[in-house]
């Protein structure tokens, strides 16, 4: 093992840890502390169609300060093509505060129009200070993140995890942030990550002007071959420097940018120490494999697999 890997055990490196310090830091520095103590989310996880809390004078003002740079997400001004709907299932009080800190922070100037949606999380184009970027704002239902448990359960990097769904939903998100930092100090090519606060990450936007970046399933690959290669280096050095496993790898999670593939959705990558991590693996492996095929490429799984692994 070279004496670089000791950096990277399955805990997160003084480096990592610094870097999360000092983006959360950056969102938490008005945050006032008495009134997040309140019970001010008592009613966050219920259906809130009627939007009470935001007729209170303190939350009415904060609406007021930023309503204008949320109106790609409101379906108001020229982004009035966008449905509203999506507005009621993601921005409950708790998030609406997070993108408000955000917003306050620097790091959000404007919340554009949805690029994609999940069962975990809604993405959107947004506007910030230094361009554009891409804003991850994961869901704060409590069903949502039940079948994810698996891919943080045996993480030694998040041990001693509580079990209140909010605080499940910011481990996510900041195991996300934690995950690309590796992958990216290791050249691996995913978004990078800007700022992170509770439910909400900003990272780098993949696309233009018109709309992200397609998904690599949605189109005609010229020269499939060495594309195959270059995602299987990717898995080899996910696996060998980074000492991670992506464990949702497919054609669903990588973008097909500037004719290079880019991985995306690295939340549930989880480290080498993980009681499933070879069979993430190998998942991902063959997933790969399918792929290539589909796509003419003469390979088999095993020959694939040995190259990830030796």
């Avoid at 554009?112 to 506007?127: L, M, N, Q, S, Y």
């Avoid at 936007?205 to 005609?220: F, N, T």
């Avoid at 490429?297 to 190259?307: H, R, S």
Wanted: with cysteine; aromatic share 10%.
């Amino acid at each position: 093992m070279s004496s670089d890997s000791s950096d990277l055990d399955a805990d997160p490196t003084e480096y990592e840890k610094q870097i999360e310090a000092e983006n959360i830091a950056l969102a938490e520095e008005k945050w006032d502390e008495h009134e997040a103590s309140k019970d001010l989310h008592s009613e966050m996880d219920k259906k809130q169609d009627s939007w009470v809390w935001m007729k209170e004078k303190k939350y009415a003002s904060m609406f007021k300060e930023i309503e204008h740079r949320l109106e790609g997400v409101l379906g108001t001004g020229k982004f009035e093509w966008v449905d509203r709907r999506v507005f009621d299932q993601v921005f409950d009080q708790r998030t609406l505060l997070a993108v408000y800190k955000l917003m306050q922070q620097g790091h959000i100037d404007t919340l554009d129009w949805p690029i994609a949606r999940g069962k975990e999380a809604h993405v959107f184009h947004a506007t910030t200070l230094n361009g554009v970027a891409a804003v991850k704002i994961f869901h704060t239902s409590n069903a949502v993140f039940k079948g994810l448990m698996q891919y943080i359960e045996g993480d030694p990097r998040f041990g001693g995890l509580r079990r209140r769904h909010h605080e499940l939903v910011n481990i996510w998100v900041r195991k996300e942030h934690r995950n690309m930092m590796r992958m990216s100090k290791h050249g691996l090519q995913v978004p990078e990550p800007h700022a992170l606060f509770r439910n909400v990450l900003v990272m780098d936007y993949l696309g233009d002007s018109e709309g992200p970046s397609p998904r690599l399933r949605d189109v005609v690959v010229e020269d499939p071959e060495p594309v195959f290669d270059e995602l299987l280096n990717w898995l080899r050095i996910c696996w060998q420097k980074a000492e991670l496993v992506h464990a949702d790898f497919s054609e669903y999670n990588i973008l097909w940018h500037q004719d290079e593939p880019r991985v995306i959705d690295v939340g549930q990558a989880v480290a080498k120490g993980h009681p499933n991590a070879e069979e993430f693996l190998v998942r991902d492996v063959t997933r790969l494999v399918e792929w290539a095929q589909k796509n003419g490429v003469d390979v088999d799984i095993a020959e694939a697999l040995a190259n990830v692994l030796y």
